[in-house]
């Protein structure tokens, strides 16, 4: 472990699995305490565990942040047990592809309660901790990192509406930046192209099938390559602010 992070609280949500799991290891390992948000209990409970035999902090929140309440709590909780917070990452998200023509409206709506509703409700919750850490906290500065997606940028066949909610997640990012950076609280969107992760596997069977035999991309990102990206945007001094970073695998980009 090292220094850097050392005496400052983190949250990162959709941290049961991939790119959240990743980066809460890669926070503790820097010397945050790391409160990790996911509906997984039993998967935070052991990252919770690792973490902790690796000589970090860390504690598990089972919450559905799709939920104001429960996003409003989950937020509170941190507070109650660390007294402060200086880092969000908000990376919980779902991408549920196909067709804008005959869709499952409720596919929809589950992509825009977790990846802008969740984003909104877990941001609004925080926003005045981070406010009061960048005034008065050790390093007199706080982050936000949304986790948005190159499907922010370029939009494409069968991706409508999770384009939708990403587009919207890069431009909410950048005027809440306009709004706070200028008091320390510094906010920025990574945009990854293709990871490793689970996020494919919510779709169903057919685009399941059509992602994996395609061989555009043979090498995709690691959820560990993301956590990277992460951790050096929040670990920059307090004069330097970086409003966006795009991650794409090499065969990608």
């Known amino acids: 472990m090292d220094s850097k992070l050392a005496g400052t609280v983190a949250v990162v949500t959709g941290a049961s699995s991939g790119i959240g799991d990743a980066t809460a290891r890669r926070l503790a390992e820097h010397g945050a305490a790391v409160a990790v948000l996911a509906r997984r209990k039993d998967r935070l409970d052991a990252l919770v565990s690792d973490i902790?035999?690796?000589?970090?902090?860390?504690?598990?929140?089972?919450?559905?942040?799709?939920?104001?309440?429960?996003?409003?709590?989950?937020?509170?909780?941190?507070?109650?047990?660390?007294?402060?917070?200086?880092?969000?990452?908000?990376?919980?998200?779902?991408?549920?592809?196909?067709?804008?023509?005959?869709?499952?409206?409720?596919e929809w709506e589950r992509m825009i309660a977790v990846n802008q509703k969740g984003l909104l409700y877990?941001?609004?919750?925080?926003?005045?901790?981070?406010?009061?850490?960048?005034?008065?906290?050790?390093?007199?500065?706080?982050?936000?990192?949304?986790?948005?997606?190159?499907?922010?940028?370029?939009?494409?066949?069968?991706?409508?509406?999770?384009?939708?909610?990403?587009?919207?997640?890069?431009?909410?990012?950048?005027?809440?930046?306009?709004?706070?950076?200028?008091?320390?609280?510094?906010?920025?969107?990574?945009?990854?192209?293709?990871?490793?992760?689970e996020l494919v596997s919510h779709n169903n069977e057919q685009i399941r099938n059509d992602l994996a035999t395609s061989d555009d991309i043979p090498e995709p990102l690691q959820p560990e390559d993301i956590a990277d990206n992460v951790a050096f945007m929040v670990t920059r001094p307090r004069r330097s602010s970086i409003s966006e970073l795009w991650a794409m695998p090499t065969s990608q980009a």
């Open 52 to 106: 902790v035999a690796a000589g970090g902090t860390a504690l598990a929140v089972e919450a559905d942040i799709t939920d104001r309440a429960q996003a409003d709590q989950a937020v509170q909780s941190v507070i109650d047990r660390f007294g402060r917070l200086d880092i969000l990452i908000n990376n919980a998200g779902l991408m549920l592809l196909g067709p804008i023509v005959g869709a499952d409206l409720d």
């Open 122 to 197: 877990v941001t609004n919750a925080a926003l005045q901790h981070l406010l009061k850490a960048a005034a008065d906290g050790p390093r007199e500065v706080a982050d936000i990192v949304n986790i948005s997606s190159i499907a922010g940028r370029v939009a494409w066949a069968n991706f409508g509406v999770y384009n939708m909610t990403k587009f919207g997640v890069n431009g909410f990012t950048e005027a809440l930046r306009q709004e706070v950076t200028k008091k320390h609280v510094r906010v920025g969107v990574l945009e990854p192209g293709a990871v490793d992760t």
